[in-house]
């Protein structure tokens, strides 16, 4: 009897134990009073960043169709976060600035595309900036940097590309960015309007797996060495990380919102305003046309149009959250290498069943979301257009 007790005590003792730790790694976060953020300005805005997150979240569910839109969404979030951090806190600095890159690993927003990459530093006029490297294998090299439309929107403040930019013969090059041209400097030079908060340096690459980065950093030539030394504060870093992850989810849902009024057409919405593209820091060498597809069982869309006089041009998809589709295992992507012409024309299939032949973008699972497309540089060009057709038809 008492072998019997004992090996009931260690069961229960074993049992309490085991749903002890269990509700321990399971515990649940509470809110704290809002008060204890009050006494420190770095407590505050740490609170502002993560209502800005708590609101992020609620604004994704609200704006999703269905289960995967959601799931997609708070995927599409939390790599926002990350990207809002390293840019406005960790390198957040204009007396030290350093690159981000927008797309590192796992993260993408903003209408990202496989075929570039995007590097940003925050900048200011008060300071003379040169941003050196080597060219790597970049077909394209885009210097922009961005001010601010009165209503706080972006606007493109300058820009070089590299006709414009000096490289030597393996590659290497400098610019200047600065509001007065630097004494002696005869060209490779960026000038800075008194509001420009932001550079990008775009690299867009036509065979993207067989071509090397571009190698790039900037320096600020005018920082005493102590300026130098400081880091952004943790505040100042919070609030403009909340901003930047504020304003670019409630962009995205606004565009989202706007271009699925009018499925399967590539006509701009009729309260789409040319300056509210200055959310997703455009370039003036992108014209960026497309629309919204929404595709049920068995259906297609097929984008036709004219080969533009262009450097490079593409046609991709993207979910809602503008983010481009699984390019890693599915064709959901194709540039002007890649798409077969026919007597000056293309024609571009978007299904979820692969055609019997063709130039085919596949929907990775998405029934709908953003068809992008991508003239750059061009000198000439028509609108493609658009129709909806059942595959089946269209392949007899």
């Given at each position: 009897?008492?072998?019997?007790?004992?090996?009931?005590?260690?069961?229960?003792?074993?049992?309490?134990?085991?749903?002890?730790?269990?509700?321990?790694?399971?515990?649940?976060?509470?809110?704290?009073?809002?008060?204890?953020?009050?006494?420190?300005?770095?407590?505050?805005?740490?609170?502002?960043?993560?209502?800005?997150?708590?609101?992020?979240?609620?604004?994704?569910?609200?704006?999703?169709?269905?289960?995967?839109?959601?799931?997609?969404?708070?995927?599409?979030?939390?790599?926002?976060?990350?990207?809002?951090?390293?840019?406005?806190?960790?390198?957040?600095?204009?007396?030290?600035?350093?690159?981000?890159?927008?797309?590192?690993?796992?993260?993408?927003?903003?209408?990202?595309?496989?075929?570039?990459?995007?590097?940003?530093?925050?900048?200011?006029?008060?300071?003379?900036?040169?941003?050196?490297?080597?060219?790597?294998?970049?077909?394209?090299?885009?210097?922009?940097?961005?001010?601010?439309?009165?209503?706080?929107?972006?606007?493109?403040?300058?820009?070089?590309?590299?006709?414009?930019?000096?490289?030597?013969?393996?590659?290497?090059?400098?610019?200047?960015?600065?509001?007065?041209?630097?004494?002696?400097?005869?060209?490779?030079?960026?000038?800075?309007?008194?509001?420009?908060?932001?550079?990008?340096?775009?690299?867009?690459?036509?065979?993207?797996?067989?071509?090397?980065?571009?190698?790039?950093?900037?320096?600020?030539?005018?920082?005493?060495?102590?300026?130098?030394?400081?880091?952004?504060?943790?505040?100042?870093?919070?609030?403009?990380?909340?901003?930047?992850?504020?304003?670019?989810?409630?962009?995205?849902?606004?565009?989202?919102?706007?271009?699925?009024?009018?499925?399967?057409?590539?006509?701009?919405?009729?309260?789409?305003?040319?300056?509210?593209?200055?959310?997703?820091?455009?370039?003036p060498d992108n014209e960026?046309?497309?629309?919204?597809?929404?595709?049920?069982?068995?259906?297609?869309?097929?984008?036709?149009?004219?080969?533009?006089?262009?450097?490079?041009?593409?046609?991709?998809?993207?979910?809602?959250?503008l983010q481009s589709l699984?390019?890693?295992?599915?064709?959901?992507?194709?540039?002007?290498?890649?798409?077969?012409?026919?007597?000056?024309?293309?024609?571009?299939?978007?299904?979820?069943?692969?055609?019997?032949?063709?130039?085919?973008?596949?929907?990775?699972?998405?029934?709908?979301?953003?068809?992008?497309?991508?003239?750059?540089?061009?000198?000439?060009?028509?609108?493609?257009?658009?129709?909806?057709?059942?595959?089946?038809?269209?392949?007899?």
């Open positions: 009897m008492s072998k019997l007790l004992l090996v009931l005590g260690i069961f229960i003792a074993v049992s309490v134990g085991y749903v002890f730790g269990t509700l321990q790694t399971h515990r649940v976060v509470e809110l704290p009073p809002a008060d204890w953020a009050m006494d420190s300005e770095a407590a505050q805005a740490w609170r502002e960043f993560t209502a800005s997150l708590e609101a992020g979240g609620a604004l994704v569910v609200e704006s999703a169709p269905d289960a995967k839109a959601r799931h997609d969404g708070l995927a599409y979030i939390a790599e926002l976060a990350s990207a809002s951090l390293e840019m406005k806190l960790t390198r957040g600095s204009k007396t030290q600035p350093q690159l981000t890159d927008w797309m590192s690993g796992y993260r993408k927003f903003l209408g990202d595309s496989p075929d570039a990459i995007y590097l940003s530093a925050e900048v200011s006029s008060e300071h003379h900036y040169v941003i050196s490297g080597h060219r790597g294998d970049a077909d394209y090299v885009g210097l922009t940097l961005y001010g601010r439309h009165v209503n706080g929107w972006n606007r493109v403040s300058g820009h070089l590309t590299h006709d414009d930019i000096a490289f030597d013969a393996q590659g290497n090059f400098k610019v200047s960015v600065s509001d007065i041209r630097p004494e002696g400097a005869t060209g490779n030079w960026l000038a800075m309007d008194d509001d420009a908060h932001l550079i990008m340096v775009r690299q867009y690459f036509h065979d993207p797996d067989q071509a090397a980065k571009a190698t790039l950093q900037i320096q600020n030539l005018s920082a005493a060495p102590k300026e130098a030394a400081d880091p952004v504060s943790l505040s100042v870093g919070l609030r403009q990380a909340a901003e930047f992850f504020s304003n670019t989810l409630h962009g995205t849902v606004t565009l989202a919102q706007m271009m699925s009024q009018t499925p399967n057409s590539i006509e701009p919405p009729r309260d789409y305003s040319p300056d509210f593209g200055g959310v997703f820091y455009p370039t960026y046309l497309g629309g919204w597809y929404k595709l049920e069982e068995g259906e297609a869309l097929i984008v036709e149009g004219a080969v533009p006089n262009a450097a490079y041009w593409s046609v991709s998809l993207q979910n809602r959250w699984d390019y890693e295992t599915h064709q959901t992507a194709l540039n002007h290498r890649q798409i077969q012409i026919s007597e000056g024309r293309y024609t571009v299939i978007i299904s979820s069943q692969r055609p019997l032949s063709g130039n085919w973008l596949d929907t990775a699972g998405s029934d709908e979301g953003l068809l992008a497309i991508r003239y750059q540089r061009v000198i000439e060009s028509e609108p493609p257009t658009v129709r909806l057709v059942k595959l089946a038809n269209f392949e007899q």
